[in-house]
């Protein structure tokens, strides 16, 4: 299982690798669109970084310019990209275009039936947005439990998405997600709990150690 920050804010990014825990960044347009920069100067920066996986999605629709843009991609974050291709008829066709060091991740998939043509294509990733799921269908983590039936046994994975809380967090991935990426402010609870901090308190209160 892997931790993602969900951003493509550097500072934000600069803060998580400090965690040692967190083995990547996720951007999409949105949060592209939001830096005071234009998007491939925000993805050489987040390269830069050198976390780990970086994720960048496609914004071209037609089948021409997909590839295009996923060539420049790999251009600016290398070994560490992974492609991020909406479920379109185009995005489904030109995975089998791509050479095979660019891993894809299947974004913004709402059916278990997305799901199996994205394990018959043979990618890496799919990406499950939870809370939005939950919100239109009803149930994002029974999405979640299906998807990963049948999804079992093949190497496409499952990248829980759209997380509101460390409970939805751990909720995902007891339901069979493989990995999470989170936003900033809910990667920064995933260490928190109140008992915790009472324990903690406790001790310092209480007990003794070495004298610094």
């Known amino acids: 299982m892997s931790i993602f920050v969900d951003t493509a804010d550097i500072e934000q990014a600069k803060v998580a690798k400090e965690y040692g825990w967190v083995r990547g960044i996720t951007t999409n347009p949105i949060l592209l669109a939001k830096s005071s920069n234009s998007a491939a100067d925000t993805l050489q920066q987040l390269a830069g970084l050198n976390m780990g996986l970086l994720f960048y999605q496609l ?15 790999k251009e600016i974050a290398g070994d560490q990209l992974v492609l991020k291709i909406p479920p379109s008829e185009h995005g489904f066709k030109i995975i089998q275009q791509l050479p095979p060091e660019i891993p894809c991740c299947i974004t913004a998939l709402y059916s278990v039936a997305q799901a199996i043509v994205a394990r018959e294509s043979g990618v890496r990733y799919i990406a ?27 190497q496409t994975q499952i990248l829980a998405a759209s997380l509101k809380s460390p409970l939805e967090a751990s909720a995902a991935i007891l339901s069979g997600a493989d990995h999470l990426t989170l936003p900033f402010y809910v990667l920064n609870k995933l260490t928190y709990h109140e008992n915790s901090e009472e324990a903690v308190n406790q001790f310092n209160s209480n007990g003794s150690g070495l004298q610094i």
């Open 128 to 154: 499950v947005y939870v809370n939005r799921a939950t919100k239109l269908l009803g149930d994002g983590l029974s999405l979640i439990t299906d998807m990963a039936g049948v999804l079992k046994g093949s």
């Open 59 to 73: 914004v071209a629709t037609s089948k021409a310019e997909m590839l295009k843009e996923s060539h420049l991609a």
